[in-house]
């Protein structure tokens, strides 16, 4: 019933920015815990970025400064800025909704070229 749709990936040069969408149904999105992950080819998919029901926000520190998470509740949408993109960022980035059962997106390739 939980759907996440995430768009806004593509290919930038180092040093451009992205901004990353997810777009969730299906549940009450503004009680929902909102998380950003990446994985790139070959590797762990990792945690970067997670926005609480309040507001409040974490991130993981390789990302801290450069990317930010916000939502927009009434659009049932969370956002990620991604700012100062180098070519380590380039992966598949997936929308997260904390819960058991956990959702995730179908995720949006970012290639950051240098």
């Known amino acids: 019933q939980v759907q996440l749709v995430e768009s806004g990936g593509g290919l930038v040069q180092a040093g451009g920015s992205l901004r990353l969408s997810c777009v969730g149904s299906?549940?009450?999105?503004?009680?929902?815990?909102m998380d950003w992950y990446r994985q790139a080819p070959g590797k762990q998919r990792e945690f970067l970025a997670r926005?609480?029901?309040?507001?409040?926000?974490i991130y993981v520190d390789s990302v801290a400064g450069r990317f930010t998470i916000s939502r927009d509740n009434a659009k049932n949408t969370v956002y990620l800025q991604m700012n100062s993109l180098k070519p380590e960022d380039t992966a598949v980035y997936y929308c997260?909704?904390?819960?058991?059962?956990?959702?995730w997106g179908q995720g949006t390739q970012v290639t950051v070229s240098s």
């Open positions: 997260h909704q904390r819960g058991n059962p956990d959702y």
């Open positions: 299906g549940s009450i999105f503004s009680i929902n815990t």
């Open positions: 926005i609480s029901s309040g507001g409040g926000t």
